[in-house]
């Protein structure tokens, strides 16, 4: 069977991609080599969380990676990519607590043990949906390593910090305020709070002084925490109060007394000059309470409703109390006034509820220390931003680092490995799985409270890696090369993992991190569910393959900025791999069987061939140089140019004429290289296009043996021959071809109709060119004959002319068209637009359509009717110059 006769006529993606994927995992592609000479490049997949589905951001996250890793292998490197998952405490039980319920169950009522099966059952049942759709993605990872957060040894790691953060002092348990989401029923790190801007209030309120002589006016946001007031604040330098500090005040409704307190927290330049302090529901109203021992009332529950010891307004949600509270005061003559305010809010970054600042009992990391090598590793260098304009969002979060809470009021995740003793009181902190008190010797209750899911993720690059044992992987993959995530996890994220790494590895995770924006819509907004503007990646991989999507998201993208996702892009993506499958099919078609390059001969390398080669040269060089800086979207596009443009519509269409000729002396050459470039050009665009490079790699007469594009060799430029002299003159021709398709399509000139064509040049060497150029300019340019003279002497007036670098060409104008059929086709166009022209002057002179039409109707109509005047003055012209021949 002829090799043409085992290749489809189109490339169908849905049929090849599983194949060659599945291809690829038997033969152990996606492993690192073991060769010990090989240099060994790293990268750790960030986790998805168990509960994903994925989306756009995982899409272009996960194509980055293996843009990186497939260049990494196919540079000579022992790549390793590894992949694996996150347990994501908060978004993994709410989908537990939610299907329970819609089963009319309680986690409460299943009890711990319980719940935690199920748990286990719903990862087992759901936990591998995102891994296979990042494998329908062409993930090169290597699966056999695939960790998960809450694996045996992921889980030995973060007991293993924790207690040497406890032991080192810098994990402590307090009562601290800390950020609550009502929702979700736990805390959640500063980190998680995504803030955004709310339309509110500024209620005015007075409190009275006890002794009748008055009243403080302040303004608050939260009427609703007024319940638990334990002083008012001004600053001790505002001149206004400086006799009022000290004084006591009746609070409004509740009637508490509290005091009037000095503190430098205060801004005097703000509204009155006078805040209330609310310890409990406040973080700088606790700061300022501690300070001054005022003490700490707690008025809302942990879902927000206000307490039992406020019975007006008991089990009211906080909106619902404010409403209530709000009103009383307004009866009671303590409202001033109110005026509109918008400010910045704290929300769940899961469920979008806005956070409630809450006083509470929890386990915290004590971070400034911690950070500090890590802000030095980013200073000198040992781990670089890409773009480098992120290491200030790196810093400006670093710097001003607080206290971690990293207990959470869940079931699902690590559990917190601390201890009580019920009849002492000790607290034992340890890796075991249960605990005798060391003084009373009775058996100790674990926390009942886990981790932060980040706590797990932040030893992620080295826990994987089998951590805290000395193994092999962590002595060859640690640090990692390259971390790829987007700008909005460097604070939840790639800060803790810098601590991380440098507090238990004494080294960085990663030597570069690159930055990418979001995917967002088409009009440039984020994707959202509330939107409903969200793109299903799975979907167009099911309609055009893994290769288009990967496509899209690539082209356009540059480190660090947001892009836009357009449809058209998946079109073009498209419509590139038919190009290259219709470009293989040509060159194999073309090819005999038994075909062999043993009697190929570069002496006999024709214009186009070192042309062709020399482009080829520059792009393997310019390409390279955009990989190693992570340029991928010029990379990309440089590829895109080079093959639809110098290789399809220039090289092969020169290429024909020796294909067709069996006995040219140079058709072998011209196989050879119609082969070799595509197959080189295959090996460049392989990072982005895997599956169709892979087919298109392996039907060319390349190498027989060849097993798989993949484990390839990247081009070597030095490897290619340039030749500059012959590529200035091809592009002198290109051009000159150019300009006379230039005119014979503004003639609308059928390419079936041939033409003299004059060549005017002082350069013997242009005139040479020119001369050995023929082929191709019949070919391309719809030359019949040729003429090359030194002077423009005796050339028809009438001659279109043409310029090009190094001289003119002169077509001569009855050779282009026919004179007489010409007039009367622009005679008919003529009439045509002299009619539109009546048409559109009558609707615009008339009053009722301009003073009643939508003014956007009548400006296009005017737009119209000034575009046809145009059009017509043309034809006129064109007629007038015709009739003068």
Known sequence: MARIDRINKVFEPGEAEPRLYGKWM??????????????????????????????????????????????????????????????????????????????GIYKEDLGREKFLERAWDWKKQYGGRIVEQLKKMG????????????????????????????????????????????????????????????????????????????????????????????????NPKDDRYKDLIGKMLVLPLVGRKIPVIADDYVDIEFGTGAVKITPAHDPNDFEVGRRHDLEVITVLTEDAKVTDDYPKYAGMDRYEARKAIVKDLEEGGYLLRTEPHNHNVGTCYRCGTTIEPRVSLQWFVKMEELAKPAIEAVKTGKTRFVPQRFEKNYFNWMNDI????????????????????????????????????????????????????????????????????????????????????GYDIITFWV?????????????????????????????????????????????????????????ALVTGNAPGNDQRFQEDKIEMGRNFSNKIWNAMRFVIMNCPDGLSYGSVDPAKYTLEDKWILTGLNRLISEVTVNFENYDYGVALQKIVDFIWESYCDWYIEIAKS?????????????????????????????????????????????????????????????????????????STLMNAIRAMRNIRAEMNVAPSRKAHIIVVTASDDVASMFNNGLAFLERLASVGTMEIRKDKEGIPSTAVAALFEGGEIYIPLEDLIDISKELERLKKEKEKFEGELKRLEGKLSNENFTGRAPAA????????????????KNIIDRINTLSEL
């Open 139 to 234: 993930s090169s990872c290597d699966w056999s390593r695939e960790r998960f957060t809450m694996d045996e040894g992921c889980s030995d790691a973060v007991k293993e910090v924790f207690v040497k953060y406890y032991n080192q002092g810098y994990i402590y348990r307090g009562e601290r305020i800390i950020n609550w989401c009502p929702h979700c029923l736990t805390s959640i790190s500063n980190a998680e709070v995504e803030y955004e801007d709310q339309e509110g209030h500024f209620w005015h309120l007075k409190y009275p002084f006890e002794d009748g002589t008055g009243y403080i006016e302040l303004a608050t946001t939260r009427p609703e925490t007024l319940l638990g007031d334990t002083a008012v604040a001004v």
């Open 495 to 551: 800060s803790r993992m810098m601590v991380a790494g440098m507090a238990h590895m004494d080294d960085v995770p990663f030597r570069d991190v690159l930055i990418h924006g979001l995917v967002r819509d088409s009009q440039g907004r984020k994707m959202s569910k509330s939107l409903g503007n969200g793109i299903d990646p799975l979907e167009i991989i099911d309609k055009y393959g893994a290769d288009a999507l990967r496509f």
């Open 658 to 730: 020796r294909l067709f000729d069996e006995e040219c002396p140079t058709r072998v050459e011209a196989l050879y290289l119609l082969n070799n470039v595509l197959g080189t050009c295959m090996q460049l665009l392989h990072p982005f296009m895997p599956f169709i490079t892979e087919e298109v790699y392996l039907n060319l007469v390349i190498d027989d043996s060849a097993e798989s594009i993949m484990i390839s060799d990247w081009p070597d430029a030095s490897k290619i021959p340039s030749y500059p002299a012959e590529e200035k003159m091809m």
């Open 402 to 485: 607080r206290d971690w809470c990293i207990s959470r009021q869940l079931w699902w995740g690590h559990r917190i490995p601390a201890f009580y003793c019920d009849d002492c009181g000790e607290i034992t902190v340890t890796k075991d799985a249960e605990a005798v008190c060391p003084k009373c010797g009775k058996k100790m209750r674990q926390d009942p409270d886990t981790l932060d899911t980040w706590f797990s993720s932040a030893l992620w690059p080295f826990s994987t890696m089998g951590w805290p044992e000395a193994t092999e992987d962590l002595k060859k993959f640690y640090p990692t090369d390259t971390l790829v995530t």
């Open 26 to 103: 038997d033969s152990g592609y996606f492993k690192p080599d073991d060769d010990p000479d090989k240099k060994a490049f790293s990268i750790v997949m960030p986790p998805p969380n168990i509960t994903g589905q994925l989306h756009m951001g995982h899409a272009l996250d996960n194509t980055l990676q293996d843009i990186l890793t497939r260049y990494k292998r196919m540079r000579g490197y022992s790549a390793l990519w590894l992949p694996g998952t996150d347990h994501a405490s908060i978004a993994t039980e709410a989908k537990i607590v939610e299907q329970m319920r819609s089963e």
């Open 857 to 872: 109707v009548v400006e296009a109509e005017r737009q119209k009717l000034a575009k046809y005047k145009d059009l017509a």
